[in-house]
């Protein structure tokens, strides 16, 4: 007697629906599971989408100095919170001079404090740049001007405000000309910066920009530079950059060593710092997914687990079916079809559940002001859908054989 293939998937129906909340418990593994590789599959790709728009929005064509010794693949020293004195305002300005295809160089020096002007206070960014700032980096004055070079060299107590701090302090008022403190020191606002947003994760319009200098000796009362950053002429030029820029630093500190071993700072371009972030991203992903394995597997041990039970409890009813005429085959296909629909049913909601999720990431993200795309791949869906089959089939496969071994006549006896 053989059982065709619609009154097999109607009898594996019945069976889960006779004991709905036990087959739903055994499903927990799987939707856990598959939403988890869904979520992270999507949160991934969204996570270097934004990246290369930052990456973009910053400027291709830029490069950055960095205190301290790093590996070429690795994060800077700076990154794990230590603090390294080696770069200086005189490198900045060396390079500069010296390093050809260099449209801009600038230094900074950055610090946090809080500003008050009158009755009101606000915590912010204090951004220490040199005067060629929006030269390197872009961004426009909306209304005042920006400082000068010689206002950089003689310590000027000036400062043009972001946006956001302008409306915090002083509201829809002028701010030009008005005097704030910042450290018991007491500074002219010459310009309020248009909106800019948030660049590489940093808010341009939460900053209060004051020359390098001043920042340095009466903010930081330091002599280095937290980094730099050049822009170059054009981006096919960009590694001859670095080699020069690599020169003159060794030059400088009196570093013999050509191979870069000895360099007590680390030059590199925004494409080697997005290769850089990609790499520990896809690492933190593939990370994240082999947990998500985990449940996965667990899942499918709940799953053999529960289908075992269903064996023990469906015992006589395989002995009537072996006793008219069932053979081997059709109990091992009815056990993993039950199997298999167990985990095709969680991994359906699985997908649903990583879908929803990916979406209120997504508009989190946005409402916090930064492009982030909501990536769901058709390979993900499919990738899901293929491991719940798969787990479904090889944590199936022992109860159903169990069951087809057993013989009619002790099964139909079995109480």
Do not use: C
């Not at 005429?325 to 009815?334: K, P, Y």
């Not at 869906?381 to 054989?401: K, N």
């Amino acid at each position: 007697m053989v059982f065709p293939i619609k009154e097999s998937i109607r009898i594996s129906i019945k069976a889960l629906l006779a004991n709905k909340a036990r087959s739903f418990l055994t499903m927990l593994g799987i939707i856990i599971g598959v939403g988890a590789v869904v979520l992270i599959i999507s949160l991934g790709a969204g996570a270097q989408s934004l990246i290369l728009d930052q990456i973009k929005s910053t400027g291709s064509d830029l490069i950055g100095v960095l205190p301290g010794k790093s590996e070429s693949d690795g994060p800077p020293a700076t990154a794990m919170g230590v603090v390294i004195t080696t770069l200086t305002a005189e490198d900045m300005e060396a390079i500069k001079t010296q390093v050809p295809h260099l449209v801009s160089a600038t230094g900074y020096s950055r610090a946090l404090a809080t500003a008050t002007w009158g009755n009101n206070s606000y915590d912010t960014n204090i951004n220490g740049a040199s005067a060629d700032y929006l030269q390197t980096e872009g961004g426009q004055v909306l209304v005042g001007r920006w400082f000068t070079a010689e206002e950089d060299n003689n310590l000027a107590r000036v400062v043009v405000l972001g946006s956001t701090v302008k409306q915090e302090l002083f509201g829809d008022s002028d701010a030009v000309g008005r005097q704030i403190k910042i450290k018991k020191q007491i500074f002219e606002v010459i310009g309020v910066m248009a909106e800019r947003g948030k660049v590489m994760f940093v808010d341009y319009d939460d900053q209060i920009h004051v020359p390098l200098r001043t920042t340095q000796k009466l903010i930081n009362g330091v002599n280095y530079l937290s980094f730099i950053r050049a822009k170059v002429d054009r981006e096919e030029n960009i590694d001859e950059a670095l080699v020069e820029v690599q020169a003159v630093l060794r030059q400088r500190h009196e570093i013999d060593d050509p191979s870069g071993a000895a360099d007590d700072f680390s030059v590199r371009s925004m494409a080697q710092a997005l290769d850089m972030i990609t790499t520990i991203t896809d690492a933190l992903r593939y990370f994240l997914i082999a947990m998500a394995a985990i449940s996965l597997i667990v899942g499918g041990i709940g799953i053999m687990n529960i289908m075992l039970i269903s064996v023990n409890e469906r015992t006589r009813e395989i002995g009537l079916r072996k006793a008219v005429g069932a053979n081997n085959n059709n109990i091992i296909s009815q056990f993993l079809l039950e199997a298999v629909v167990l985990t095709l049913l969680g991994g359906t909601i699985g997908i649903i559940m990583g879908i929803i999720l990916s979406w209120l990431v997504y508009l989190v993200v946005n409402h916090l002001g930064y492009n982030y795309d909501l990536v769901i791949t058709f390979s993900s869906v499919i990738l899901a859908l293929s491991v719940s089959t798969l787990i479904g089939l090889v944590f199936g496969i022992y109860p159903a054989r169990k069951a087809s071994r057993l013989e009619p006549v002790e099964a139909l006896s079995y109480e």
